[in-house]
């Protein structure tokens, strides 16, 4: 069954008193669009103010990265969950600028990380198979992971969250993505895949035929999405799905950061049809199958600046114009009170 989109009733209204507000018809609409995204999400034109924004980082370990997919080592994956509980992190900073709530959780690290009992409430398992050679999860696993991610939805929706984000942590992480994106779409590895953290044209053709490996490895079986989550994926990318569609279920929007949201919106849109109609891209980075999959679910990044940190870092700061974007439908005159 299909999820229902935002009220497209509300839509077309927000898009009526856009269309009456004091400008040349469309000479706004990159913003206004989102302004009447929220209020179709809402249910009210206009928009109430967003003044709970959530970010949730599921962080993870990938056995993949022992192939030397990515262009640093695995210490980094610890060493940055720190690193944002530290409030020092990237998407730390960017968040604090706009005044955006951040949450870190160990979902799939490998190592059991000395930090607060609350952070590894939802941890699924210690890292993830190592995709070119075995499964990534057991159907089991996945099946837990996505209600894990279900339930930490419904404790930011319980937290009075308007917008949510799902960030992203743990070297290797962009293979998986990026099998997902491929698997999911028919597309040759080499075509989505990126340099992550760095690698050079080598390390990416390398990366790409280890993907190629994994999707050979896993047949018949990737039809299936969930199935797909555990072949290709890990115990964060599936949390993370299961939480942009516990998000869309419940009528939250959802703004998609990075090439690994990109791959859990992709995730989600399988599993739960309609969910893309919660989600607003934040940025566009320059991983390729991050274009390829926003492509595939008509998407449209708000910000084009080359971001990739990950965390996500990008779409909290594009939240900035999406509340601009509420404050024109809420504040600007129109053109019956200037002519
Ligand atoms: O968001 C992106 O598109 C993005 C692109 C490249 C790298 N990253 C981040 O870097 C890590 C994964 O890169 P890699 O090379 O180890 O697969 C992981 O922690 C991600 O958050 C993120
Ligand atoms: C330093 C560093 C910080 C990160 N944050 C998310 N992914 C990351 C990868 C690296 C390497």
């Known amino acids: ?130 995709i070119r050679v075995e499964d990534a999860l057991t159907r089991e696993e996945a099946e837990r992971a996505l209600a894990e991610g279900a339930a930490i939805a419904a404790e930011e929706i319980a937290a009075g969250a308007q917008l949510l984000i799902a960030g992203d942590l743990g070297i290797g992480n962009t293979t998986p993505s990026a099998a997902l994106i491929a698997a999911t779409y028919g597309a040759p590895a080499a ?62 929007p959802v703004l998609v950061d990075g090439v690994i949201a990109a791959a859990e919106a992709t995730m989600a849109e399988a599993i739960a049809p309609g969910a893309k109609a919660w989600m607003r891209a934040g940025h566009r980075s320059p991983e390729p199958g991050l274009t390829y999959a926003l492509d595939r679910l008509g998407l449209e990044p708000i910000l084009d600046l080359g971001l990739r940190l990950g965390e996500g870092s990008g779409a909290v700061a594009a939240v900035p114009l999406v509340r601009t974007g509420i404050a024109l439908m809420r504040e600007m005159a129109t053109l019956a009170d200037v002519s």
């Open 191 to 252: 075509e989505v895949t990126g340099t992550g953290t760095g690698l050079d044209e080598a390390g990416r053709l390398r990366k790409a035929a280890i993907i190629d490996e994994a999707i050979a490895r896993c047949g018949d079986r990737l039809a299936d999405p969930v199935q797909r989550l555990a072949c290709l994926g890990s115990a964060d990318i599936a949390a993370a799905t299961g939480f942009m569609v516990a998000a869309a279920r419940a009528g939250v």
């Open 1 to 130: 069954m299909t999820l229902p989109p935002p009220s497209p009733a509300v839509h077309a209204a927000a898009r009526a008193h856009a269309g009456s507000l004091a400008m040349p018809p469309g000479a706004l609409d990159g913003l206004v669009d989102l302004g009447c995204w929220i209020a179709a999400a809402q249910g009210q034109v206009p928009p109430a103010p967003l003044e709970n924004v959530r970010v949730v980082v599921f962080a993870g370990d990938h056995g993949v990265a022992a192939d030397g997919v990515s262009a640093f080592p695995t210490a980094i994956t610890v060493g940055m969950l720190h690193g944002i509980l530290a409030g020092g992190a990237g998407v730390c900073v960017i968040a604090r600028q706009h005044g955006v709530h951040v949450r870190v959780l160990d979902i799939g690290v490998d190592a059991d990380p000395d930090v607060p009992a609350e952070v590894t409430a939802h941890k699924v398992r210690h890292g993830s198979g190592n």
